[in-house]
T-cell receptor
Framework: GEDVEQSLFLSVREGDSSVINCTYT??????LYWYKQEPGAGLQLLTY?????DMKQDQRLTVLLNKKDKHLSLRIADTQTGDSAIYFC???????????FGAGTRLFVKA | NAGVMQNPRHLVRRRGQEARLRCSPM?????VYWYRQLPEEGLKFMVY????????ESGMPKERFSAEFPKEGPSILRIQQVVRGDSAAYFC????????????FGDGTRLSIL
């Protein structure tokens, strides 16, 4: 079945790097996403990667995909207090319409 | 270019009342998806609609919930005889075509049941 798992909490100091990890089960997933949600707000699409890629970098964000292990990670360089939020990993299969979300990782950034 | 618009942002209802949540997709998008986020959880797929058609409603509770996307106007998610367990954030997303990614999300409607 389809399932996406993430650790629930991560705490880092301001200026350090944050690494948020995710595992998924659907081997036919073709799109994998990272969304950010601040308290009381909607979902902000941070970045996404196609399953035929193994890395994508966008400014402070680096996404790594290990398709063999079905493992996705998001690295945030130079983490700031404004990065404190919930980060959701999600997947969609080819031609699919359901996006399957993990339960979210709550990132706390200490000044 | 306006994004996905949902209203109201917050909705309070008493048990037994009806809740209507509206979603206007992005311009040029004809596919709408509804998701529910319970407190402290991720989003769960509810229903996928095209104009005047329900394509998949496998995530929708069998009773009290219905969705429509008429030829004109926004998509509506309707919850009849609401109960406390319906309290959640309801998100709408849209895409230009079936399965086209990524889906663009609205800011959600937060439904509170008294």
């Amino acid at each position: 079945g389809e399932d996406v798992e993430q650790s629930l909490f991560l705490s880092v100091r301001e200026g350090d790097s944050s690494v948020i990890n995710c595992t998924y089960t659907d081997s036919s997933s073709t799109y994998l996403y990272w969304y950010k949600q601040e308290p009381g707000a909607g979902l902000q699409l941070l970045t996404y990667i196609f399953s035929n890629m193994d890395m994508k970098q966008d400014q402070r964000l680096t996404v790594l995909l290990n398709k063999k292990d079905k493992h996705l990670s998001l690295r945030i360089a130079d983490t700031q207090t404004g990065d404190s939020a919930i980060y959701f990993c999600a997947e969609t299969t080819t031609g699919g319409f359901k996006t399957i979300f993990g339960a979210g990782t709550r990132l706390f950034v200490k000044a | 270019n306006a994004g996905v618009m949902q209203n109201p942002r917050h909705l309070v209802r008493r048990r037994g009342q009806e809740a209507r949540l509206r979603c206007s997709p992005m311009k040029g998008h004809s596919h709408v998806y509804w998701y529910r986020q319970l407190p402290e959880e991720g989003l769960k797929f509810m229903v996928y609609l095209q104009k005047e058609n329900i394509i998949d409603e496998s995530g929708m509770p069998k009773e009290r919930f219905s969705a429509e996307f008429p030829k004109e106007g926004p998509s509506i998610l309707r919850i009849q005889q609401v109960v406390r367990g319906d309290s959640a954030a309801y998100f709408c997303a849209s895409s230009p075509g079936q399965g086209e990614q990524p889906q663009h999300f609205g800011d959600g409607t937060r439904l509170s049941i008294l």
